[in-house]
């Protein structure tokens, strides 16, 4: 009898131990969805310091080495007539199209807000707002993470549809 108590305390010990190795695993494998988007954007922006609107043709490329599954680089631009409007993106129908007056399923309007990062201090930060995936139609919720793009007149961003709020990708990024 003791030593199958024994045993099953051995067991439920050793089953604790993997559940909480499972959960932080993937609390880790989450936060890097997040890096992934973080590291894209500023690639992104080097590109766009480098190419200028030379670069834009690479990122609007549905086919392209900017669209990684449902990750995909998108192009504002910050001056002038271009202001809010797309002037990068794969979804070629989108290019052109003036967002400062579209507002999400919540109301928010969140070029305004891309703008507002991007003209911020610290020049990114992260927006939370409703869109479909690229192959869908259906908004869903999204993050995307927002850098200005120094002397170019324009952002760049990337987004993730993952479920988390921003307050729970802040403390993935940041435990």
Known sequence: MKKR??????????????????AENAQN???????EVMQMTKEA????????????AEIS????????????????????????VIIGHPRQGLVGKNFLRVRDRNGKIFA????????????????E?????????????????IANVPGKDMLAGVGIHGGHTLEEA??????
């Open 29 to 35: 494998s989450e936060a890097e969805k997040y890096r």
């Open 170 to 175: 802040m403390k993935l990024l940041n435990p």
């Open 61 to 84: 490329d549905p086919k392209g080495k900017w669209v990684k599954g449902d990750l995909y680089v998108f192009v504002y631009g910050l001056k002038g007539a271009e202001r809010g």
């Open 129 to 145: 707002y409703w869109w479909p995936r690229l192959e869908g139609s259906e908004p869903e919720p999204k993050l995307s993470y």
């Open 112 to 127: 305004a807000e891309f703008l507002r990062i991007a003209e911020s201090e610290s020049g990114e930060g992260w927006s």
């Open 5 to 22: 108590v024994f045993l099953s305390v051995i067991m439920v010990t050793v089953l604790s131990v993997c559940i909480l190795a499972h």
């Open 45 to 56: 922006v080097t590109l766009l310091l480098e190419k200028g609107r030379d670069g834009l």
